[in-house]
Structures are given as structure tokens and as C-alpha cells.
């Protein structure tokens, strides 16, 4: 299986601060590359699709960018509604496998 | 509005089964292929299993093969995922998520249900 590992694992920042988040996989999967928001007792949510596709209804301050094995999560200018914890996945090879998880707490 | 809809989570023993079922509506279910991913309390998402928008192929994530079976019907527009054999390290909340693109398999999951808790316990 192709393992995701995501850094930092937890991160704290204040609002309209720039936030990035850096997951890396254990193999080349070109840009099959998916990010994820969740809260607390919440499904996830799909922010990024293909490493760099904003999926609709979701706000331009979230931006992704990668290939291969390094990807990063953006948030340019973090809102309230943001602090939340975000997951990555593979979607090059089945099983899908998902990042641990970067918690984004408020300073 | 497009909604999944899971249910038929609970307290089960060791050893014991269960049916989840997933209402989906706002959208051509026919057309997708649906997935169910769980999440273990205070742990991160497992992709569980994908069953192909026509139910043809069916994927299962080892740890669960040979005991969990995905299937569909698509004239109630309905998934289920049959557990069976459960132990306590399938304890976890789990999730009925679509597949984002028409008649393939992404395994990008762009519509999530609100999640049904299973617990494994004696």
C-alpha cells in the first residue's frame, strides 16, 4: 500500500495567517491527490481533487499544488470557519490510503 | 440537494454482524460508483470498500476481506455494506461516500454522508 504521510501533524496560527500543509507519498502518484477538510463530529469535507482542482463551493484561499510524491495544501488568508483538521489521500492505486492528519488549531 | 443518508449502526459482540444501509438522493445514483471509508474514534479515515455504479466490481481493503460485503440497488437508490464476523478493531464511525465522476472509479470522494457508529464490544 502506498503510504501518506502529512506535516506537521498539528499546527497552530492565528486568522489571516498563510498556512501551508505538506503531505508526501511513498511512491510517485503523478497528481492523484486529494485533500480533505473535517470538524468535529462533521463528515470530511473535499477541498482539493488532482492535486490542484478546487472543488466547487470552495473558497480560493484554499490552493493545492504537487506532483509525483510532494504536495502542499494552502490556505492564504486562514478564517475562522478553517481551524478544522485536514487530510490528504491517494487516489492513484487501489486501497486508497489517507495522511494521518495535520490538526489546525487557533493561536 | 444531493444527500447520502447512512443507517443500521449500533452495539454488536464480538463475532456478531451487521447491515449498514446508505439512502442516497438529489443525484443519479445509477451513474456512481459509492464507497464507505470509516474512522475509528480519535483516529484517522480508512477507505473500506467501492462498489462499481453498475455493482460489476466490487473492492474490498484487506483488513475487512472476507468478512464485509458492499452491495447496492440502484432502483431504491440505496448502498449497504454486510459486516460480518465483526471485532473490536471495527469499531468506528463509518461513512457512505460518492465517487466524484460518472461511471468510473476516481476514488475521489466528493459527497459524504453524516456517518453511523459501529460498536464492537462484549
Known amino acids: 500500500d502506498i503510504q501518506m504521510t502529512q506535516s506537521p501533524s498539528s499546527l497552530s496560527a492565528s486568522v489571516g495567517d498563510r498556512v501551508t500543509i505538506t503531505c508526501r507519498a511513498s511512491?510517485?502518484?503523478?497528481?492523484?491527490l486529494n485533500w480533505y477538510q473535517q470538524k468535529p463530529g462533521k463528515a470530511p469535507k473535499l477541498l482539493i481533487y488532482?492535486?490542484?482542482s478546487l472543488q466547487s463551493g470552495v473558497p480560493s484561499r484554499f490552493s493545492g499544488s504537487g506532483s509525483g510524491t510532494d504536495f502542499t495544501l494552502t490556505i492564504s488568508s486562514l478564517q475562522p470557519e478553517d481551524f478544522a483538521t485536514y487530510y490528504c489521500?491517494?487516489?492513484?492505486?487501489?486501497?486508497?490510503?489517507f495522511g494521518q492528519g495535520t490538526r489546525l488549531e487557533i493561536k | 440537494q444531493v444527500q447520502l443518508v447512512e443507517s443500521g449502526g449500533g452495539v454488536v459482540q464480538p463475532g456478531g454482524s451487521l447491515r449498514l444501509s446508505c439512502a442516497a438522493s438529489g443525484f443519479t445514483f445509477s451513474s456512481y460508483g459509492m464507497h464507505w471509508v470509516r474512522q475509528a474514534p480519535g483516529k484517522g479515515l480508512e477507505w473500506v470498500a467501492f462498489i462499481r455504479y453498475d455493482g460489476s466490481n466490487k473492492y474490498y481493503a484487506d483488513s475487512v476481506k472476507g468478512r464485509f460485503t458492499i452491495s447496492r440497488d440502484n432502483s431504491k437508490n440505496t448502498l449497504y455494506l454486510q459486516m460480518n464476523s465483526l471485532r473490536a478493531e471495527d469499531t468506528a464511525v463509518y461513512y457512505c461516500?460518492?465517487?466524484?465522476?460518472?461511471?468510473?472509479?476516481?476514488?475521489?470522494?466528493?459527497?459524504w454522508g453524516q456517518g453511523t457508529m459501529v460498536t464492537v464490544s462484549s
Open positions: 511512491q510517485s502518484i503523478s497528481s492523484y
Open positions: 489521500q491517494q487516489s492513484y492505486t487501489t486501497p486508497p490510503t
Open positions: 488532482a492535486a490542484s
Open positions: 461516500a460518492k465517487d466524484r465522476y460518472e461511471y468510473s472509479s476516481s476514488y475521489a470522494f466528493d459527497i
